[in-house]
């Protein structure tokens, strides 16, 4: 494998400036649940000083009225989206009222589903829609399993780079084609190799006993108040939130051999009625419960570790964007948020993931079986409950395999990838970054999740006291942060010309929304 990349990017560095491969395009995408100093949710409406949460491109919400979600445009470097994120929250910290950011993925102290605010966009009908698909999830899956936050790292290679790799590859069709070939490629790859994610970085070993209110729960007792799991790294990945059985139950499961095959899956997906939603009912004494009874209201409703994107355009359908104008970007989903870190992600991670990414590029990327898809699930969630256990196997082409083994293999395939990198940029970031992971691979006692598992042992605290405790070091350092001038002009500006945006929207005239909603539904 490490001299297939290496022959592949000495091809690579003949045909093109090879001083592009550092240039692809980063965004990142943190969900932060806002929490009372008490820590339990926050009941207040998302503050209107921070604007529109419908129109903000920046600053807005996910699930929950209280689940903020910051978001940086695409930029050239990992550090520059960084710095966008970390002038983002330290905005918002200096606004909010005797409230704070809590610091990990997995919520705490959680009054029931009825103390969870579904997200609130207004009274136009593109507002109604985006909250009702929200009411829709909490009927369908329950509001707590929503309001776990994570962090989607998004990125795309340098365009200037795809026509040097069509000539190379010597492949038949269209440039567009060819790129869409190459991605759905990294994502297949980036799903085989997805359970390096949580291990390396997952961040919720543990979880506050509130969250299984109403529910039972197999995970054994870290002390009275917190469950955990002895050698977990993510149970946010795990069994206990969004996975994919869920989907397989419903007879559904996405296909990645090609961009059309996943898009037409997809959208036959939020066509297709299930028995199941249709016992909740769509409109109920007036009153809708969801967008629809198919096995997806949306799109977006699909769990994936790893998603290919295209900007929409208007309401536009996500599968119809893709089919329509292939892929532009690609999201990886399963990062949790980095609780030591006040961004929610550190600039090692950062780094890490764009050699990762390249990795899983310009490695060969077969097509999954029903077998390997079986693994691919499997493994996930073996990483999730059991990551740091001694000499756990993976399953791999039919067979098993050491996790540390097939770690250090794909790691030191890397190498190459973070060599060059560092040479074009004049550093050693990237090979620090990959190294950093060997170790944690010789290690699993470097691991986050087993580092906070020590300190939660070391200082007597359960899971609340852990977060709680690091919610407040991070809103020191955020309320410390000094914002240059003119982002917060910049930020000012955002807010208010969202609010006005909103505004504009909800007066011009309505579409009767049912009619609204049938025309949007009815996109193919």
């Given at each position: ?22 240039d ?193 729960t ?28 869920r ?47 198919s ?16 900007v929409?355009?208007g ?16 999201e990886?989903?399963?990062?949790d ?58 399953q ?85 942060h ?30 009767d ?12």
């Amino acid at each position: 494998m490490r001299e297939s990349i290496q022959s592949r990017l000495a091809r690579l560095a003949s045909e093109a400036d090879i001083q592009l491969l550092s240039d692809g395009r980063f965004g990142l995408e943190k969900e932060s649940l806002r929490v009372s100093m008490a820590g339990g949710i926050a009941q207040t409406p998302h503050p209107r000083v921070l604007g529109s949460a419908l129109t903000h491109p920046d600053i807005t919400t996910d699930y929950s009225e209280a689940l903020m979600e910051f978001i940086t445009p695409p930029l050239a470097r990992v550090g520059q989206s960084l710095d966008y994120l970390a002038d983002l929250q330290a905005y918002v910290y200096q606004r909010l009222d005797n409230e704070i950011l809590w610091a990990t993925s997995m919520p705490c102290v959680l009054a029931g589903e009825e103390n969870i605010p579904v997200a609130e966009y207004g009274s136009s009908n593109a507002g109604r829609m985006k909250r009702l698909y929200r009411v829709g999830l909490g009927y369908r899956y329950g509001r707590v399993m929503q309001v776990i936050a994570g962090v989607h790292f998004n990125w795309s290679l340098a365009e200037a780079l795809w026509p040097a790799l069509h000539r190379i590859d010597g492949e038949a069709g269209s440039l567009r084609e060819f790129r869409d070939r190459r991605y759905m490629g990294l994502v297949r790859n980036l799903q085989r190799h997805g359970w390096m994610i949580p291990y390396l970085f997952g961040a919720s070993p543990a979880v506050c006993k509130s969250f299984f209110v109403g529910k039972a729960t197999q995970l054994p007792m870290f002390d009275e108040s917190t469950h955990y799991a002895p050698y977990a790294t993510s149970l946010r990945m795990g069994d206990i939130g969004y996975q994919n059985v869920r989907e397989e139950g419903l007879g559904f499961k996405a296909c990645y051999d090609d961009l059309q095959s996943y898009a037409d899956q997809l959208l036959r997906a939020t066509m297709t009625p299930v028995e199941a939603w249709e016992d909740i009912g769509v409109k109920v004494n007036g009153e809708y419960r969801q967008l629809n009874a198919s096995i997806l209201q949306i799109e977006n409703e699909y769990y994936s570790t790893v998603r290919p994107k295209q900007v929409l355009e208007g309401l536009e359908k996500p599968s119809l964007a893709l089919k329509h104008r292939g892929i532009r970007y690609v999201e990886l989903r399963s990062l949790d948020v980095n609780t030591y870190h006040p961004l929610g992600l550190d600039e090692t991670q950062g780094y890490f993931l764009a050699v990762f990414l390249l990795y899983c590029l310009f490695s060969e990327s077969q097509q999954i079986d029903g077998v390997e898809r079986r693994e691919i699930d499997r493994n996930l969630l073996e990483v999730a409950h059991r990551g740091r256990e001694p000499q756990l196997m993976l399953q791999r082409g039919g067979g098993r395999i050491a996790l540390r083994d097939w770690a250090m293999e794909i790691l030191e395939a890397m190498l190459p990838i973070s060599e060059l990198l560092d040479g074009i940029q004049g550093g050693t970031w990237f090979d620090d970054a990959v190294d950093e992971q060997i170790n944690k691979a010789r290690a699993a006692e470097l691991t986050p999740s087993a580092r906070m598992l020590e300190e939660m042992r070391d200082r007597g605290e359960g899971f609340y006291e852990f977060a709680r405790r690091l919610s407040h070091q991070h809103q020191r350092f955020f309320l410390q942060h000094q914002l240059p001038t003119e982002v917060v002009a910049r930020l000012d500006a955002q807010a208010s010309t969202s609010l006005a945006d909103q505004e504009r929207l909800e007066a011009e005239p309505q579409q009767d929304f049912d009619q609204f909603l049938a025309e949007y539904l009815a996109q193919t």
